[in-house]
């Protein structure tokens, strides 16, 4: 009995070899399948209430997202010339803030995946070759990437063909070109991926930030120079198109996308084809290449990924303790501990700080070049509606950052509650030091990009302070909601926080916060139309910013006491 275990443990390498290298990927592929199909049942057996809330949230993001696009794209057209000039344009703009992210956001998933999970160890142990390994987690980062983006790209496509009455082939012309593009910035965020595991094994978050903060200075040079012109100067045409002209290069996977969709949309279909065969060739091409060199270098890369960092996190930790000094000054030493302890954890997920730098980061990029893109902002009523759709856009991301990254933080402190009970800090100062701790962050931000969005509107001053203070009063309302649904609703078993922020607390904690925001916005909205742009504060106006300000402080104090009360009597 003691050979027979040996005899077969030695079989199963050689059956496996003999059955090839697609096998072997094959069999990787149904495994993954299988997890995914048992979760997705498990969820549904479990959790619908999740599911439909999520779906419910998909489709009023999706009619919101549809009817943006369609009022963009019939205000484009009012003017033909502007018009002809204006959606290609559009295309290529939307393209090519696609590849920045696209490929971001695939480095840091593939550099997760490759070298940071304990199941790539199991994997590379087993007989799988290192190519097969590559390519599964390269599917799985592009489909964890771009699946937002594919759905983005639906309601995109419907307004399109509702406003231009496009005909059948355009339908399957856009689908095509727009699922083709995913894998080339994919391609570039997995080689990036490597690059930093090989170069910078030591400090990857750091190498990858670095990286990003270069290209968005030079994006942001770049679009700065574009708009640096008066909007009435003669030269400001001549200008732009000598600018613009660089990122509608013909060797540019950007520019072949927004070709061929601009000639989807003016019918000319076989022209189209043409464009959609180039990014299909690309795309396996630069996958193709992609794969084959991190393959090749994967265990290496892997070996030197697995080098402590311990000393410049310890240098990173010093920074982000002295940050938080400043940013907590006002709480008392053992809360200003506990803020200072999550605002590290913050920072040492890339997954979190870099989803809301790119997002803060775009949002900040169009709100102070909004002045120079819209040209008729002389019109009080557009800058009245580019100014309330400013605010939207910030409310409703504020909104889901708090759902995805304020919600989880209670639950996270179940392992460790223990020990943070040896703190003199009882359990409702501890549910309060968080709050203020995301109300300190979101401040900052969602306070930051209005006013920037103000200013360069050059709104009156009493819209000026109804934006500012209805954005604070949000952030007041969207902190407390997720801080208190987190106590009530906590999930102590789990250490992932996008599974804690995807569970059935957080769809709720989600459902309620875009609640809150679409009531403060409602208001906000009635009571601009109603006083109009006026250059005094009125008594009218005021009434309505106190009741937007009452409604998120009252909504913020409900969910804080319910969780407070919960989480205090909770046994972990």
Same mark, same amino acid.
């Given at each position: 009995?003691?050979?027979?275990?040996?005899?077969?443990?030695?079989?199963? =390498? +050689?059956?496996?070899?003999?059955?090839?290298?697609?096998?072997?990927?094959?069999?990787?592929?149904?495994?993954?399948?299988?997890?995914?199909?048992?979760?997705?049942?498990?969820?549904?057996?479990?959790?619908? #209430?999740?599911?439909?809330?999520?779906? *419910?949230?998909?489709?009023?993001?999706?009619?919101?997202?549809?009817?943006?696009?369609?009022?963009?794209?019939?205000?484009?057209?009012?003017?033909?010339?502007?018009?002809?000039?204006?959606?290609?344009?559009?295309?290529?703009?939307?393209?090519?803030?696609?590849?920045?992210?696209?490929?971001?956001?695939?480095?840091?998933?593939?550099?997760?995946? *490759?070298?940071?999970?304990?199941?790539?160890?199991?994997?590379?142990?087993? @007989?799988?070759?290192?190519?097969?390994?590559?390519? #599964?987690?390269?599917?799985?980062? &592009?489909?964890?990437?771009?699946?937002?983006?594919?759905?983005?790209?639906?309601?995109?496509?419907?307004?399109?063909?509702?406003?231009?009455?496009?005909?059948?082939?355009?339908?399957?012309?856009?689908?095509?070109?727009?699922?083709?593009?995913?894998?080339?910035?994919?391609?570039?965020?997995?080689?990036?991926?490597?690059?930093?595991?090989?170069?910078?094994?030591?400090?990857?978050?750091?190498?990858?930030?670095?990286?990003?903060? #270069?290209?968005?200075?030079?994006?942001?040079?770049?679009?700065?120079?574009?708009?640096?012109? =008066?909007?009435?100067?003669?030269?400001?045409?001549?200008?732009?198109?000598?600018?613009?002209?660089?990122?509608?290069?013909?060797?540019?996977?950007?520019?072949?996308?927004?070709?061929?969709?601009?000639?989807?949309?003016?019918?000319?279909?076989?022209?189209? *084809?043409?464009?959609?065969?180039?990014?299909?060739?690309?795309?396996?091409?630069? +996958?193709?290449?992609?794969?084959?060199?991190?393959?090749?270098?994967?265990? @290496?890369?892997?070996?030197?990924?697995?080098?402590?960092?311990?000393?410049?996190?310890?240098?990173?930790?010093?920074?982000?303790?002295?940050?938080?000094?400043?940013?907590?000054?006002?709480? =008392?030493?053992?809360?200003?501990?506990?803020?200072?302890?999550?605002?590290?954890? !913050?920072?040492?997920?890339?997954?979190?700080?870099?989803?809301?730098?790119?997002?803060? $980061?775009?949002?900040?990029?169009?709100?102070?070049?909004?002045?120079?893109?819209?040209?008729?902002?002389?019109?009080?009523? &557009?800058?009245?509606?580019?100014?309330?759709?400013?605010?939207?856009?910030?409310?409703?991301?504020?909104?889901?950052?708090?759902?995805?990254?304020?919600?989880? &933080?209670?639950? &996270?402190? /179940?392992?460790?509650?223990?020990?943070?009970?040896?703190?003199?800090?009882?359990?409702?100062?501890?549910?309060?030091?968080?709050?203020?701790?995301?109300?300190?962050?979101?401040?900052?931000? $969602?306070?930051?990009?209005?006013?920037?969005?103000?200013?360069?509107?050059?709104?009156?001053?009493?819209?000026? #302070?109804?934006?500012?203070?209805?954005?604070?009063?949000?952030?007041?309302?969207?902190?407390?909601?997720?801080?208190?649904?987190?106590?009530?609703?906590?999930?102590?078993?789990?250490?992932?926080?996008?599974?804690?922020? /995807?569970?059935?607390?957080?769809?709720?904690?989600?459902?309620?916060?875009?609640?809150?925001?679409?009531?403060?916005?409602?208001?906000?909205? !009635?009571?601009?139309?109603?006083?109009?742009?006026?250059?005094?504060?009125?008594?009218?106006?005021?009434?309505?910013?106190?009741?937007?300000?009452?409604?998120?402080?009252?909504?913020?104090?409900?969910?804080?006491?319910?969780?407070?009360?919960?989480?205090?009597?909770?046994?972990?």
């Amino acid at each position: 009995m003691s050979t027979d275990v040996p005899v077969t443990c030695l079989t199963m =390498p +050689s059956t496996a070899a003999a059955a090839g290298p697609q096998a072997d990927l094959k069999l990787l592929l149904r495994i993954r399948a299988a997890v995914l199909r048992n979760a997705l049942r498990e969820a549904i057996r479990k959790q619908p #209430v999740r599911i439909i809330g999520t779906i *419910l949230s998909i489709l009023l993001i999706w009619g919101g997202l549809y009817f943006l696009l369609w009022a963009t794209f019939v205000q484009v057209r009012r003017q033909v010339l502007e018009g002809i000039v204006a959606t290609p344009l559009i295309f290529t703009f939307f393209f090519l803030a696609l590849t920045g992210m696209l490929a971001f956001s695939n480095a840091i998933l593939s550099y997760g995946s *490759l070298f940071r999970r304990k199941e790539s160890e199991y994997l590379l142990a087993a @007989p799988f070759a290192p190519r097969d390994i590559v390519i #599964v987690r390269y599917l799985e980062s &592009l489909a964890l990437s771009s699946w937002s983006l594919v759905l983005l790209g639906l309601p995109l496509m419907m307004a399109i063909a509702r406003v231009f009455q496009e005909q059948w082939t355009f339908y399957p012309l856009f689908l095509g070109l727009f699922l083709l593009f995913i894998p080339m910035p994919g391609a570039l965020g997995l080689l990036m991926a490597w690059i930093v595991a090989m170069v910078s094994p030591k400090t990857p978050r750091r190498a990858i930030l670095l990286v990003c903060v #270069v290209i968005l200075m030079i994006g942001g040079w770049w679009a700065w120079s574009i708009f640096r012109t =008066p909007v009435t100067s003669s030269a400001w045409l001549k200008h732009f198109y000598d600018r613009v002209s660089l990122v509608q290069n013909a060797m540019l996977p950007h520019t072949w996308v927004s070709k061929g969709i601009n000639s989807a949309v003016q019918g000319q279909t076989s022209l189209a *084809l043409f464009y959609l065969w180039v990014t299909l060739a690309n795309a396996l091409f630069t +996958s193709l290449i992609a794969v084959g060199i991190v393959s090749r270098g994967y265990v @290496p890369a892997f070996a030197r990924a697995q080098v402590s960092g311990a000393g410049s996190a310890r240098g990173t930790g010093r920074i982000i303790a002295g940050i938080a000094e400043i940013l907590f000054a006002y709480l =008392p030493k053992s809360q200003r501990l506990l803020a200072a302890k999550d605002l590290r954890t !913050f920072f040492r997920d890339p997954l979190q700080w870099s989803q809301m730098a790119i997002l803060l $980061g775009l949002l900040t990029l169009y709100v102070s070049n909004v002045q120079r893109l819209w040209v008729d902002l002389g019109e009080s009523h &557009l800058q009245l509606l580019i100014g309330f759709l400013n605010l939207t856009a910030v409310s409703l991301i504020l909104a889901t950052f708090t759902s995805r990254f304020v919600f989880p &933080l209670i639950s &996270l402190e /179940g392992q460790q509650l223990w020990l943070l009970g040896l703190l003199p800090l009882s359990r409702s100062r501890m549910v309060i030091a968080k709050f203020l701790y995301a109300l300190t962050i979101t401040l900052i931000a $969602g306070i930051g990009v209005m006013a920037v969005s103000v200013y360069r509107l050059q709104l009156s001053q009493p819209l000026a #302070v109804m934006h500012v203070v209805t954005i604070a009063a949000i952030c007041v309302g969207l902190c407390g909601v997720s801080i208190g649904m987190g106590a009530r609703l906590p999930v102590f078993t789990e250490r992932n926080p996008a599974r804690i922020a /995807g569970g059935f607390g957080g769809t709720i904690s989600l459902l309620l916060s875009v609640t809150l925001v679409v009531a403060s916005l409602v208001a906000v909205g !009635f009571m601009t139309v109603r006083e109009g742009l006026g250059d005094d504060i009125t008594s009218g106006m005021m009434g309505w910013i106190a009741g937007v300000v009452l409604a998120n402080v009252l909504a913020a104090g409900v969910a804080m006491t319910a969780g407070i009360r919960h989480f205090s009597r909770v046994e972990v």
